[in-house]
């Protein structure tokens, strides 16, 4: 069983930066492939970034290739998402998400068989 608690959403102004932050509870947190995700007032979860679990292969969405950064820290169990030029449609609660010994396959279709409880972010023009 693994608990995931995001953190690090607020409100910025369009171009600036954030750093979320995803702890991650239990053990075994090297074997976990982990994900962000973010959701849009009435629009579906969509995926942000991801990793494999071995940290070999990194995903990224098309819309923040570029701007966004995802790495983990697996002293400290933490996940982090490091989002630059922030646009006004980056506006979403943001989630991470975690499968053990996943490759990013699912996690890039939105599947995860964990899911922290999420973290808005807004960004205002």
């Known amino acids: 069983q693994v608990q995931l608690v995001e953190s690090g959403g607020g409100l910025v102004q369009a171009g600036d930066s954030l750093r979320l932050s995803c702890a991650a509870s239990g053990r075994s947190f090297s074997t976990y492939a982990m994900g962000w995700f973010r959701q849009a007032p009435g629009k579906e979860r969509d995926f942000v970034a991801a990793f494999s679990w071995n940290g070999d292969s990194t995903y990224y969405a098309d819309s923040v290739k570029g701007r966004f950064a995802i790495s983990r820290d697996v002293a400290k169990n933490t996940v982090y998402l490091q989002m630059n030029s922030l646009k006004p449609e980056d506006t979403a609660v943001y989630y991470c998400?975690?499968?053990?010994?996943?490759?990013?396959?699912?996690?890039?279709?939105?599947?995860?068989?964990?899911w922290g409880q999420g973290t808005q972010v807004t960004v205002s023009s």
């Open positions: 998400g975690a499968t053990k010994y996943g490759t990013g396959y699912g996690l890039r279709r939105v599947r995860a068989d964990y």
